[in-house]
């Protein structure tokens, strides 16, 4: 997985775990952080106006009791619920520059690559710009780390932190003396036009297994892929979680072929989950972790 490292002039912060070492540095000079794409940048204090252009990252920052600093967020932005009392300033694709400016950022943080077009118009603004890319639990808690080094919100950060490591951690006891062949078969349906499913290395494909099921694609080496229909029903799923607003479960059991898989038969196909947490790589991936084991072991 991919890891956010800080870099605070020649003192390693994650490793020294000093909380005032931020608060310091901001004073008397430049924090320098990595991203999740290998960019450095640099701030010279605490930004004060900042725009979030992904759901996850308005998330972590209202979670580290930072919203205070944001002023501007995506239409896709709808947790918690005062978020929508934000600015909308579009997403990282349809970005409105001129509302941008107008609200005068000092930091823009996003999910993206360097090939996200929103990153070079802001770079071409002179709006630092940090990227982030969580997929896993780790770098969900990273990458909250490192927003509460940016933002002086370390104490939040351990708070928020601890919870988030019990509940991961209460989840992976509860699965010690479940053996491979007594865990449900899994298969995640992100979506049916084309029909794609979750493959090993993506945050549903990560989340199903560190929940106690097995992914039936987890032989897939990729995020999401799409796949043909036979291979649900040769891979006999116990459990299918549909996880778009394409289907549901009455459409489902009338695929041709799919009566038989076990799932469909015994009536273990979900089309009510709250999406936002399985799918959505924040600080509620936990409780779609803690979601996801009740529904496999029907607790």
């Given at each position: 997985?991919?890891?956010?490292?800080?870099?605070?002039?020649?003192?390693?912060?994650?490793?020294?775990?000093?909380?005032?070492?931020?608060?310091?540095?901001?004073?008397?000079?430049?924090?320098?952080?990595?991203?999740?794409?290998?960019?450095?940048?640099?701030?010279?204090?605490?930004?004060?106006?900042?725009?979030?252009?992904?759901?996850?990252?308005?998330?972590?920052?209202?979670?580290?009791?930072?919203?205070?600093?944001?002023?501007?967020?995506?239409?896709?932005?709808?947790?918690?619920?005062?978020?929508r009392e934000k600015e909308v300033v579009g997403d990282a694709a349809t970005a409105n520059l001129e509302r941008i400016l107008a609200l005068k950022p000092d930091l823009?943080?996003?999910?993206?690559?360097?090939?996200?077009?929103?990153?070079?118009?802001?770079?071409?603004?002179?709006?630092?710009?940090?990227?982030?890319?969580?997929?896993?639990?780790?770098?969900?808690?990273?990458?909250?780390?490192?927003?509460?080094?940016?933002?002086?919100?370390?104490?939040?950060?351990?708070?928020?932190?601890?919870?988030?490591?019990?509940?991961?951690?209460?989840?992976?006891?509860?699965?010690?003396?479940?053996?491979?062949?007594?865990?449900?078969?899994?298969?995640?349906?992100?979506?049916?036009?084309?029909?794609?499913?979750?493959?090993?290395?993506?945050?549903?494909?990560?989340?199903?297994?560190?929940?106690?099921?097995?992914?039936?694609?987890?032989?897939?080496?990729?995020?999401?892929?799409?796949?043909?229909?036979?291979?649900?029903?040769?891979?006999?799923?116990?459990?299918?979680?549909?996880?778009?607003?394409?289907?549901?479960?009455?459409?489902?059991?009338?695929?041709?072929?799919?009566?038989?898989?076990?799932?469909?038969?015994?009536?273990?196909?979900?089309?009510?989950?709250?999406?936002?947490?399985?799918?959505?790589?924040?600080?509620?991936?936990?409780?779609?972790?803690?979601?996801?084991?009740?529904?496999?072991?029907?607790?």
């Amino acid at each position: 997985m991919k890891k956010s490292f800080l870099l605070i002039t020649a003192t390693l912060f994650f490793i020294s775990c000093n909380q005032t070492e931020p608060q310091r540095l901001y004073s008397g000079g430049k924090l320098t952080i990595t991203d999740d794409i290998g960019r450095t940048v640099s701030l010279s204090k605490t930004p004060a106006r900042v725009i979030s252009f992904a759901p996850n990252v308005t998330e972590m920052i209202y979670a580290l009791q930072a919203d205070d600093k944001l002023v501007g967020v995506t239409a896709w932005c709808n947790y918690p619920p005062q978020v929508r009392e934000k600015e909308v300033v579009g997403d990282a694709a349809t970005a409105n520059l001129e509302r941008i400016l107008a609200l005068k950022p000092d930091l823009a943080v996003m999910v993206g690559t360097k090939n996200t077009p929103i990153l070079a118009k802001l770079k071409a603004l002179n709006i630092p710009v940090l990227v982030l890319n969580p997929v896993s639990l780790d770098d969900i808690s990273q990458n909250i780390r490192l927003l509460s080094v940016v933002f002086n919100k370390q104490a939040a950060a351990d708070s928020l932190l601890a919870v988030f490591s019990a509940t991961s951690k209460k989840t992976s006891s509860s699965l010690e003396m479940i053996p491979p062949g007594k865990r449900p078969k899994v298969y995640a349906e992100i979506s049916s036009q084309p029909l794609m499913t979750a493959g090993q290395l993506g945050l549903v494909g990560l989340l199903i297994d560190r929940a106690g099921g097995i992914n039936i694609m987890s032989d897939v080496e990729r995020d999401y892929a799409i796949i043909n229909p036979e291979v649900v029903i040769q891979r006999r799923p116990d459990i299918i979680l549909i996880l778009h607003p394409q289907t549901d479960k009455k459409r489902l059991a009338e695929r041709i072929g799919w009566q038989n898989i076990p799932a469909i038969r015994n009536k273990k196909v979900f089309d009510d989950l709250d999406l936002d947490i399985i799918l959505r790589a924040g600080p509620r991936s936990v409780m779609g972790l803690k979601e996801l084991n009740r529904i496999f072991y029907e607790k």
